[in-house]
């Protein structure tokens, strides 16, 4: 039997809680910029130390909150 699914990033080296005003602005304006193609790489790429699926789950909700 496996292991199951690798984890999405390193626990130990991310932030965690509720996102700040500047994590919010940093992320809008690199998926604005470049888009959202990996989310396992964006977080590194655009200068946070979030988990990719929170970025992924955090674009989720500002994208239905402004439709």
């Known amino acids: 039997m ?3 699914r690798a984890p999405c990033c390193d626990k130990t080296k991310v932030k965690r809680g509720p996102w ?3 994590e ?3 992320l ?3 998926i604005q910029k470049y ?3 990996n ?3 964006l ?3 655009a200068g946070l130390l979030r988990c990719g699926m929170s970025c992924r789950l955090l ?3 500002i994208t239905s909150d402004l439709m």
């Open 2 to 4: 496996g292991k199951g």
């Open 20 to 22: 700040s005003y500047d």
């Open 24 to 26: 919010d602005l940093k």
């Open 28 to 30: 809008i304006s690199f």
């Open 35 to 37: 888009g959202h193609k």
């Open 39 to 41: 989310w396992r790489s």
């Open 43 to 45: 977080p590194n790429q």
């Open 59 to 61: 674009d989720g909700l």
